[in-house]
């Protein structure tokens, strides 16, 4: 099985933009969807970004997602940061075999 | 809307069986596949295994010798068990609808603590 990781944590100033990294283990990040989640503190996860870089409906265009065969990584980049935004961010992906994965997830703070 | 609601014990005893339920209102549970989700306190999410609403199901390996997920059309329902619980199995527990890739719909999580 494959691995997904993410930094632990990121900080930046409200109307800055971050971008958090997501490097696969093994296996090319571009034969698979990455998809990322958005978690805020004691809420159920809600889908930022599906299919590397489709936003669903309601998702501000300050979302926005890329793949990087070169370094076989996926990242999230939010631009416009706002307070709201602070929350826990990961990154899944899945196999040949339909195996899913979590990255470890990356705790955005706004300061 | 689809809305998913998880429902079950909070409390298991170790080496017990962990049973939950997740009622999909708002739609129709065929056509899809769904999915549990766990996330031990302080900790990341990790994928539990699908299931289509003909019942061919997924399993995360590490997991797989213990798990089964079965669905129930006729209720609009699927479940999850976990077999010979340990307090590494203390989570919230998620259920989700999975449309092409992505996770599209989620439950608000049900906390269901290992504990004699």
């Known amino acids: 099985n494959f691995m997904l990781t993410q930094p632990h944590s990121v900080s930046e100033s409200p109307g800055k933009t971050v971008t958090f990294s997501c490097t696969r283990s093994s296996g090319s990040i571009a034969s698979n969807y990455v998809q990322w989640y958005q978690q805020r503190p004691g809420s159920a996860p809600t889908t930022v970004i599906y299919e590397d870089n489709q936003r669903p409906s309601g998702v501000p265009g300050r979302f926005s997602g890329s793949i990087d065969g070169s370094s076989n990584s996926a990242s999230l980049t939010i631009s416009g940061l706002k307070t709201e935004d602070e929350a826990d961010y990961y990154c899944q992906s899945y196999d040949s075999s339909n195996q899913w994965v979590f990255g470890g997830g990356t705790k955005l703070t706004v300061l | 809307q689809v809305q998913l609601q998880e429902s079950g014990p909070g409390l298991v005893k170790p080496s017990e069986t962990l049973s939950l339920t997740c009622t999909v209102s708002g739609g129709s549970i065929s056509s899809y596949y769904w999915s549990w989700i766990r996330q031990p306190p302080g900790k990341g999410l990790e994928w539990i295994g699908y299931i289509y609403y003909s019942g061919s199901t997924n399993y995360n390996p590490s997991l797989k010798s213990r798990v089964t997920i079965s669905v129930d059309t006729s209720k609009n329902q699927f479940s999850l068990k976990l077999s010979s619980v340990t307090a590494a199995d203390t989570a919230v527990y998620y259920c989700?609808?999975?449309?092409?890739?992505?996770?599209?719909?989620w439950g608000k999580g049900t906390t269901v603590t290992v504990s004699s």
């Open positions: 989700a609808r999975i449309n092409n890739y992505y996770m599209d719909v």
